[in-house]
Every structure is written in structure tokens, then in C-alpha cells.
């Protein structure tokens, strides 16, 4: 199964628990695209594994059981600043976008690294552009 297939079903998966229109989901996606701020889903799990998480960020990105995350740890992976700039996009508290993201990040971050490996930057792209296609 290739990288579209795997995005199309996580992205049928997480729209079905969370509805077509989550804004926090959306912002999650434009996070992940290689010219955001933090350089993408490289840019993520380094800042996961910078601060003290990468045990559990590398479980997403390995090929075995996804180790869970925190709301907490969240808080730690990503640190308050950004934490507060993907809920205030989303309209919710630093609290509710944590406790989403625990639920989010762990699947989403797996299906974008089939094999256990970060992919090309353009087929990240192509699968982000899947994904918001199915956002939108």
C-alpha cells in the first residue's frame, strides 16, 4: 500500500472520529508542509526528540505499536508557543488542542512514514495535498 492509500484511509479514520471540518487537523497539515516555520514533519520529530520525547515520536516513525503521548507531553514536545498557535487557529485552549493532539499526532505522523522512514519532501507534499483535498 502506498503513501496516498495510507493517507486517504488515516485521513477517513481521523475525519470520522473528528469531523470533516477540524480546524485543528487543518492546522496540523499546513504545519507538516516543508515550508512551515518548523521545517516540516522532519522539523516536528526533531523538536519531539530536542525535548526529551524521542522514544515515543520515534514509536510513530518506526514500524512498530505507536507508543501513546500526553496532553502533557504534547505541551513538552512542541513547546507553549506553538502549542498556543495551533489551538488559536483551531479556536480551542491550550488544553483541549493538547488533548486532540494526543490523540491525533501518533497516527498521523505513522501513516506519513510508512517503512519506519521520513519519505522525499515532494511525496510529503503530494500526500499533504491528498489530505487537505480531503479537508477541505
Do not use: C, Y
Amino acid at each position: 500500500m502506498g503513501l496516498f492509500d495510507q493517507l486517504g484511509q488515516a485521513a477517513t479514520g481521523m475525519l470520522g472520529q473528528t469531523g470533516n471540518n477540524n480546524p485543528l487537523l487543518q492546522a496540523v497539515v499546513g504545519l507538516l508542509a516543508q515550508n512551515s516555520h518548523v521545517g516540516g514533519l522532519g522539523g516536528l520529530i526533531q523538536a519531539f526528540q530536542k525535548n526529551g520525547l524521542g522514544d515515543i515520536v520515534n514509536s510513530w516513525v518506526g514500524t512498530g505499536k505507536n507508543l501513546p503521548i500526553s496532553p502533557e507531553q504534547i505541551h513538552q514536545g512542541l513547546g507553549g508557543d506553538l502549542l498556543k498557535q495551533l489551538a488559536s487557529q483551531a479556536g480551542l485552549s491550550t488544553e483541549a488542542a493538547g488533548g486532540q493532539l494526543a490523540n491525533l499526532l501518533p497516527g498521523l505522523i505513522d501513516k506519513l512514514t510508512p517503512g519506519g522512514k521520513i519519505p522525499d519532501s515532494t511525496l510529503i507534499e503530494q500526500g499533504l495535498t491528498l489530505l487537505r483535498g480531503k479537508l477541505g
